[in-house]
């Protein structure tokens, strides 16, 4: 079967039926204020699609983003001054990273002469977490069962390579060896686990690396935050006349263990829940399963299974999750001007905002959300009727189109880029503050 149309638990609401409307019924917010908070959600995203313009409304002058300027407005020559990497090197990454993902689609294809069958200890045959969280249609008798969330990880393992290899050019080839380099390889390996990890659980679904990839993904959510609060370790330092090599070492271990307390506790968090077993017959998160009239959010079931005992969701909880880009924005304008005193490449900052804002709010209609996204729903019907009607051409043209625009892989594609041009980000404000305290 190409076209799953499997349906929810009996008191759940049916799959692609969109559940705003009962979210918002069940809310004791009147309806005037949802619809006002609605506006305000929507409009939030403005500001972070124009930096430029609102770091001269919070009071940063021209001389805070001559960054670019300095170094050409050339998106490569950038990327190459902020990774430490030629573009050689970069080209690398790209070839290794479009070599692995085109040996998993010759895999596929062979497949179907020769059929995979995956190890039945992954538990790949059980799609009730799966069919609760992602709409893309499923190929469930494929190697790839879903080629949109599948192969969208091209982003993350790419973004991985980009900082394991600039960590690596600069601990021993360049002359840069003074911060941030053990914590950069760390986030660059979370990344390359979530990359296999993430491709994995959406490929077959396989239960032990559901856990592995929500963990390595707060993993690298985390971590620019921490480096750009690190950063201001060191500046608040140099500005109290610590000497700068020393000031650097401070922040760099203070960022590395932080990050690692992180891995290491939230990992023992998600290992529980996989031993739980707290998402293997649902997806105890999905708003569906969060409404009033859910039998999910009643009781917990038993002490082994699903034991963690969810609440209905309030209306707020899904207005914050949704203005996540721009909380994410709030601590870098006040380090900006308050500690850096300088904003960094404004090109790689208007790429990571719009990317990611654009992926977080589509991402917002997949089916643990909202489940908004009818047009895949027709993709998928189009894609089954071509089959059975032997049109072979159309049927794999339908199925590309749900897979390039599932909601998950949108949010691959633009986390991917957010990933990248953050890191870099953060390491332009990185080479100004080392620049300007004489470190370089």
Same mark, same amino acid.
């Given at each position: 079967?190409?076209?799953?149309?499997?349906?929810?638990?009996?008191?759940?609401?049916?799959?692609?039926?969109?559940?705003?409307?009962?979210? =918002?019924?069940?809310?004791?917010?009147?309806l005037?204020?949802?619809?006002?908070?609605?506006? @305000?959600?929507?409009?939030?995203?403005?500001?972070?699609? #124009?930096?430029?313009?609102?770091?001269?409304?919070?009071?940063?002058?021209?001389?805070?983003?001559?960054?670019?300027?300095?170094?050409?407005?050339? #998106?490569?020559?950038?990327?190459?001054?902020?990774?430490?990497?030629s573009?050689?090197? %970069?080209?690398?990454?790209?070839?290794?990273?479009?070599?692995?993902?085109?040996t998993?689609?010759?895999?596929?294809?062979?497949?179907?002469?020769?059929p995979?069958?995956?190890? *039945?200890?992954?538990?790949?045959?059980?799609?009730?977490?799966?069919?609760?969280?992602?709409?893309?249609?499923?190929?469930? +008798?494929?190697?790839?069962?879903?080629?949109?969330?599948?192969?969208?990880?091209?982003?993350?393992?790419f973004s991985?390579?980009?900082?394991?290899?600039?960590?690596? =050019?600069?601990?021993?080839?360049?002359?840069? *060896?003074?911060s #941030?380099? %053990?914590? +950069?390889?760390?986030?660059?390996?979370?990344?390359?686990?979530?990359?296999?990890?993430?491709?994995?659980?959406?490929?077959?679904?396989?239960?032990?690396?559901h856990?592995?990839?929500?963990? &390595?993904?707060?993993?690298?959510?985390?971590?620019?935050?921490?480096?750009?609060m690190?950063?201001?370790?060191?500046?608040? @330092?140099?500005?109290?006349?610590? +000497?700068?090599?020393?000031?650097?070492?401070?922040?760099?271990?203070?960022?590395?263990?932080?990050?690692?307390?992180?891995?290491?506790?939230?990992?023992?968090?998600?290992?529980?829940?996989?031993?739980? *077993?707290?998402?293997?017959?649902?997806?105890?998160?999905?708003?569906?399963?969060?409404?009033?009239?859910?039998?999910?959010?009643?009781?917990?079931?038993?002490?082994?299974?699903?034991?963690?005992? @969810?609440?209905?969701?309030?209306?707020?909880? /899904? $207005?914050?999750?949704?203005?996540?880009?721009?909380?994410?924005?709030?601590?870098?304008?006040?380090?900006?001007?308050?500690?850096?005193?300088?904003?960094?490449?404004?090109?790689?900052?208007?790429i990571?905002?719009?990317?990611?804002?654009?992926?977080?709010?589509?991402?917002?209609?997949?089916?643990?959300?909202?489940?908004?996204?009818?047009?895949? *729903?027709?993709?998928?019907?189009?894609?089954?009727?071509?089959?059975?009607?032997?049109?072979?051409?159309?049927?794999?043209?339908?199925?590309?189109?749900?897979?390039?625009? &599932?909601p998950?892989? /949108?949010?691959? $594609?633009?986390?991917?880029?957010?990933?990248?041009?953050a #890191?870099?980000?953060?390491?332009s404000?990185?080479?100004?503050?080392?620049?300007?305290?004489?470190?370089?």
């Open positions: 079967t190409i076209y799953n149309t499997t349906m929810c638990k009996a008191d759940v609401t049916p799959y692609w039926t969109c559940v705003y409307d009962e979210l =918002s019924r069940q809310d004791h917010i009147p005037p204020l949802q619809r006002l908070f609605l506006c @305000l959600v929507a409009a939030a995203y403005l500001p972070i699609m #124009f930096p430029l313009t609102v770091g001269h409304f919070v009071g940063l002058d021209d001389s805070c983003f001559e960054f670019d300027e300095e170094h050409t407005f050339n #998106f490569l020559t950038l990327m190459s001054v902020t990774t430490g990497l573009q050689l090197q %970069l080209y690398v990454c790209v070839s290794l990273t479009a070599a692995f993902f085109a998993l689609v010759w895999a596929d294809i062979t497949a179907i002469e020769r995979f069958r995956w190890p *039945k200890v992954w538990e790949t045959e059980n799609y009730a977490c799966y069919d609760d969280m992602f709409c893309e249609p499923s190929r469930k +008798d494929r190697l790839i069962r879903r080629p949109g969330n599948t192969l969208s990880n091209f982003f993350y393992l991985a390579m980009i900082v394991l290899t600039s960590s690596y =050019s600069r601990a021993f080839i360049s002359e840069e *060896k003074t #941030f380099i %053990l914590s +950069d390889a760390t986030f660059g390996t979370m990344m390359l686990i979530l990359s296999i990890s993430s491709t994995v659980w959406h490929g077959c679904n396989a239960m032990w690396s856990g592995v990839d929500l963990w &390595s993904m707060d993993a690298a959510i985390i971590y620019l935050p921490i480096r750009m690190s950063l201001g370790v060191f500046v608040t @330092l140099c500005k109290h006349s610590w +000497d700068p090599i020393m000031a650097s070492h401070i922040a760099s271990a203070a960022c590395m263990l932080i990050y690692a307390a992180h891995i290491l506790s939230n990992g023992s968090r998600w290992k529980k829940k996989h031993d739980q *077993k707290f998402w293997h017959k649902h997806f105890p998160f999905a708003v569906r399963n969060r409404l009033l009239h859910s039998p999910y959010v009643q009781t917990k079931n038993d002490d082994t299974i699903n034991s963690l005992s @969810l609440g209905p969701i309030p209306l707020y909880e /899904v $207005y914050l999750f949704a203005l996540m880009p721009v909380i994410h924005n709030i601590p870098s304008w006040i380090m900006a001007k308050n500690v850096y005193e300088s904003f960094g490449s404004v090109c790689f900052a208007r990571l905002n719009i990317s990611l804002a654009v992926g977080w709010a589509y991402r917002m209609t997949e089916r643990w959300a909202l489940d908004a996204c009818r047009h895949i *729903k027709f993709f998928g019907e189009r894609m089954e009727m071509a089959k059975k009607n032997g049109e072979h051409a159309k049927s794999f043209a339908w199925m590309t189109l749900a897979a390039v625009l &599932s998950t892989a /949108v949010l691959h $594609y633009c986390t991917g880029i957010t990933l990248t041009a #890191f870099c980000h953060a390491r404000v990185e080479i100004i503050m080392l620049q300007k305290f004489q470190v370089l």
